[in-house]
């Protein structure tokens, strides 16, 4: 199947700094990736769903100026959370479209921590 | 999208056949009933998925009500590495691909 990897794995940050997180395709081109955050104990929470050369588009109640995600080529999609505090730490996953409108390849994920 | 409605946990032996419902009676014509699954810590893993006629591949079996109300994932053999959070989600064809993740049941395969 296809392969998609995230990086970094884990990131640990102090409260106020930003963070990128990588999300790539690694063996097929993805118009479309999503982004989704998960917190300990709870179900997957989709973010915004990213299209390769335009903007993304965000769930409601996730502010679009604090998650900036970037899909400049069809293998790459990148997620900043930017001046992280600790509310913020999280397990991030993003996933890519596949061939059936609903099969989506998911990344190992990254588990981020705000100190 | 339809809702569908997942029993918390379940428990099986190692060896056995799991059996996974799930309810979706509003499910329209043209929503298909998807299955993925998450291990600890990692990300999710899609399974199968189904119009209204059974399908099978090499990870497991769907079977589909004729009314389409509900769903059975099989898995037909279960082993520990098949403990996980089991989703069931229904999507419209032609959807984005948003995904809706509810609480899922969480599978353990006992030995």
């Known amino acids: 199947g296809a392969v998609v990897s995230q990086h970094p794995s884990w990131v640990i940050c102090k409260s106020g700094t930003s963070v990128k997180i990588e999300c790539r395709s690694l063996?097929?081109?993805?118009?479309?990736m999503f982004w989704y955050r998960q917190f300990p104990k709870q179900s997957l929470m989709l973010m915004a769903t990213?299209?390769?050369?335009?903007?993304?588009?965000?769930e409601q109640g996730v502010e679009k100026d604090k998650f900036l995600i970037n899909h400049a080529s069809l293998t790459l999609s990148t997620l900043t959370v930017t001046s992280a505090h600790p509310e913020d730490s999280s397990f991030y996953i993003c996933s890519a479209s596949g061939r059936a409108s609903g099969e989506q390849f998911f990344g190992p994920g990254t588990r981020l921590t705000v100190l | 999208d339809a809702k569908t409605t997942q029993p918390t946990s379940m428990d099986c032996a190692e060896g056995r056949a799991a059996n996974l419902p799930c309810n979706h009676s509003?499910?329209?014509?043209?929503?298909?009933v998807y299955w993925y699954r998450q291990i600890h810590s990692q990300g999710p893993q899609y399974i199968i998925h189904g119009l209204k006629n059974n399908e099978t591949n090499e990870m497991a079996s769907l079977i589909i009500t004729e009314d389409r109300k509900s769903s059975t994932l099989i898995l037909p053999h279960a082993t520990l590495r098949d403990t996980a959070v089991y989703y069931c989600?229904?999507?419209?064809?032609?959807?984005?691909?948003?995904?809706?993740f509810g609480q899922g049941t969480t599978l353990q395969v006992k030995p």
């Open positions: 989600i229904v999507l419209r064809s032609g959807n984005t691909g948003k995904l809706i």
């Open positions: 509003t499910i329209s014509g043209n929503e298909y």
């Open positions: 990213s299209n390769e050369g335009s903007k993304a588009t965000y």
């Open positions: 063996d097929f081109q993805a118009t479309t």
